[in-house]
């Protein structure tokens, strides 16, 4: 026995229908996420940004310092380098 046009169509249109209902649950449940993820963001954010005036900002001369001493070190590395190739083949002889 074989169903009716106007069964199909019937079931055709209420699985439509289910799909739209699914799909809308679950955009609804992804947005309520996003949502909690951004108000954690939002929240980490303003931490960071706590955390930067109170403390960071404190070591930023600090770390100028600290790179300008680098910067020596860094200009004297080709040097020192040449130096210890001449070593290294007067080695190998």
């Known amino acids: 026995m074989r169903p009716s046009t106007t ?9 439509a229908a289910l799909l739209v209902v699914v799909l ?7 947005r309520q996420r996003l949502v909690r ?5 939002a929240t980490l ?4 940004a706590g955390v930067e005036s109170a403390h960071l900002r ?6 100028s310092a600290i790179n300008a ?12 380098a ?7 083949q007067r080695r190998v002889r």
């Open 7 to 15: 069964l199909l169509i019937l079931l055709s249109v209420v699985e």
């Open 24 to 30: 809308a649950v679950a955009l609804t449940r992804i």
């Open 37 to 41: 993820i951004s108000e954690g963001l």
């Open 45 to 48: 954010g303003s931490a960071l």
């Open 58 to 63: 404190v070591l930023g001369d600090a770390a």
């Open 69 to 80: 001493r680098f910067d020596i070190v860094l200009s004297a590395l080709p040097g020192i």
């Open 82 to 88: 040449a130096k210890a190739a001449i070593v290294a």
